[in-house]
T-cell receptor, first 110, second 119 residues
Framework: DAKTTQPPSMDCAEGRAANLPCNHSTISGNEYVYWYRQIHSQGPQYIIHGLKNNETNEMASLIITEDRKSSTLILPHATLRDTAVYYCIVSTRSARQLTFGSGTQLTVLP | NAGVTQTPKFRVLKTGQSMTLLCAQDMNHEYMYWYRQDPGMGLRLIHYSVGEGTTAKGEVPDGYNVSRLKKQNFLLGLESAAPSQTSVYFC??????????????????FGPGTRLTVL
C-alpha cells in the first residue's frame, strides 16, 4: 500500500535544475513530506521536509501543491555529486518509522 | 563528532552462525533504528528504540534481536544467520520530536552501513 509514487529514474544535465516529482495523493493532514537521498552504497541523507508551505534550504527547495497531493524537490544547480537515489516519504512528525519506497535514481550527466 | 558509526563494515557468515552488529552515536539522540536494504530496494525497518532500555519491532523483525543498554549504543543480533539475511544493514539515530519551534522533525542520521553475506 504505497504512500508515495516516484518515477524510477531521471537524468539531468550538470548545472541545470533537477526537478524530482512525487505523488502522495492519500496524504493526511498531519503528515509531512520528507526527502532523503542515498548516494551509492552510503547511508541515506536527509534533504528537506515540509507540511504545506514551500521550503528552501542550502541543499534544495520543496514545492508542495495546494491540495498537498504532490510535491517536487528541486536541486537548483545539479552537480555530478548529486547523482543518487532520492526518496520521497510521507510521515507524521512523531512517527518512529520512515517508510522508504524504491525512490528515483537521479543521474546527473556531464 | 563522528555522528553514527557501525561495526563491522563487512562480514561473511555461514548459515547458523551468530553475530552482533554494533551501532554507536555521539549526538545524544534518544531514538535509534536498525534498517536493512536488499539490492534494488528501499530500506526496511527491523527494530527501533526510543530510549535506553526500550526496544520495539519494526516492519521486518523476525530473526533479529536488539538491545539498548546505553543511550549511545544500539546492538543488532542475529542468533542463527540465514541466507535470507544477506543484506546491507544501516543504523540511524534521531532526536525525539520537539515542539513546534524545534529543529528538523524526525531527521534521521544514518551510519555508513554493514554489508553482511550469509553463505
Amino acid at each position: 500500500d504505497a504512500k508515495t509514487t516516484q518515477p524510477p529514474s531521471m537524468d539531468c544535465a550538470e548545472g541545470r535544475a533537477a526537478n524530482l516529482p512525487c505523488n502522495h495523493s492519500t496524504i493526511s493532514g498531519n503528515e509531512y513530506v520528507y526527502w532523503y537521498r542515498q548516494i551509492h552504497s552510503q547511508g541515506p541523507q536527509y534533504i528537506i521536509h515540509g507540511l504545506k508551505n514551500n521550503e528552501t534550504n542550502e541543499m534544495a527547495s520543496l514545492i508542495i501543491t495546494e491540495d498537498r497531493k504532490s510535491s517536487t524537490l528541486i536541486l537548483p544547480h545539479a552537480t555530478l555529486r548529486d547523482t543518487a537515489v532520492y526518496y520521497c516519504i510521507v510521515s507524521t512528525r512523531s512517527a518512529r518509522q520512515l517508510t522508504f519506497g524504491s525512490g528515483t535514481q537521479l543521474t546527473v550527466l556531464p | 563528532n563522528a555522528g553514527v558509526t557501525q561495526t563491522p563494515k563487512f562480514r561473511v557468515l555461514k548459515t547458523g552462525q551468530s553475530m552482533t552488529l554494533l551501532c554507536a552515536q555521539d549526538m545524544n539522540h534518544e531514538y535509534m533504528y536498525w534498517y536493512r536494504q536488499d539490492p534494488g530496494m528501499g530500506l526496511r525497518l527491523i527494530h527501533y528504540s526510543v530510549g535506553e532500555g526500550t526496544t520495539a519491532k519494526g516492519e521486518v523483525p523476525d530473526g533479529y534481536n536488539v538491545s539498548r543498554l546505553k543511550k549511545q549504543n544500539f546492538l543488532l543480533g542475529l542468533e542463527s544467520a540465514a541466507p535470507s539475511q544477506t543484506s546491507v544493514y544501516f543504523c540511524a539515530s534521531s532526536s525525539a520530536p520537539r515542539g513546534v519551534a524545534g529543529g528538523p522533525y524526525n531527521e534521521q542520521f544514518f551510519g555508513p552501513g554493514t554489508r553482511l553475506t550469509v553463505l
